[in-house]
């Protein structure tokens, strides 16, 4: 699962946050690899549960936003659903949390390497001056 030393490191991955206060000031337990993979339609049911422990509140929501940001109007939906979480100080902490995720996989797999882009235009927008 996610941890606070890993959250520490993302400037690595993502240089604009060097210096920045990254501590997770809200915790809950989340699913932890919450895409569209993991989702059953008929019925509704949430799968793969072995990442599963704490992470910053809207993670879950966070990496179900950067799975969908191919299918902008998926994103929106998701943003829509869930923009309340995402838009706090942790849910867009836990957003910059998958964004390096994606970033740090790219190098190892197409799946993450094709949502790279996507990532780090949500972290551009993230970071953008509001």
């Given at each position: 699962m996610?941890?606070?030393?890993?959250?520490?490191?993302m400037?690595?991955f993502?240089?604009a946050?060097?210096?920045a206060?990254?501590?997770?000031?809200d915790?809950?337990t989340?699913h932890?690899?919450?895409?569209?993979?993991?989702?059953?339609?008929?019925?509704l049911?949430?799968?793969d549960w072995?990442g599963?422990?704490?992470?910053?509140a809207?993670y879950d929501?966070?990496?179900?936003?950067?799975?969908?940001?191919?299918?902008?109007?998926t994103?929106?939906k998701?943003?829509?659903v869930?923009?309340?979480?995402?838009r706090?100080?942790?849910?867009?902490l836990a957003?910059?949390v998958?964004?390096?995720?994606?970033?740090?996989?790219?190098e190892?797999?197409?799946?993450?390497a094709?949502?790279?882009?996507?990532?780090?235009?949500?972290?551009?927008?993230?970071?953008?001056?509001q």
């Amino acid at each position: 699962m996610i941890t606070q030393a890993f959250i520490h490191r993302m400037p690595r991955f993502i240089p604009a946050l060097e210096g920045a206060d990254l501590t997770v000031k809200d915790w809950r337990t989340a699913h932890g690899d919450l895409h569209w993979a993991n989702v059953t339609k008929e019925p509704l049911e949430l799968i793969d549960w072995e990442g599963w422990g704490g992470a910053p509140a809207g993670y879950d929501a966070a990496v179900l936003l950067a799975y969908s940001l191919p299918a902008p109007a998926t994103a929106s939906k998701v943003r829509d659903v869930f923009g309340s979480l995402l838009r706090t100080e942790t849910g867009r902490l836990a957003q910059l949390v998958i964004c390096a995720e994606i970033i740090q996989a790219s190098e190892r797999d197409d799946i993450h390497a094709r949502l790279r882009p996507y990532s780090e235009g949500l972290v551009t927008e993230l970071l953008a001056p509001q």
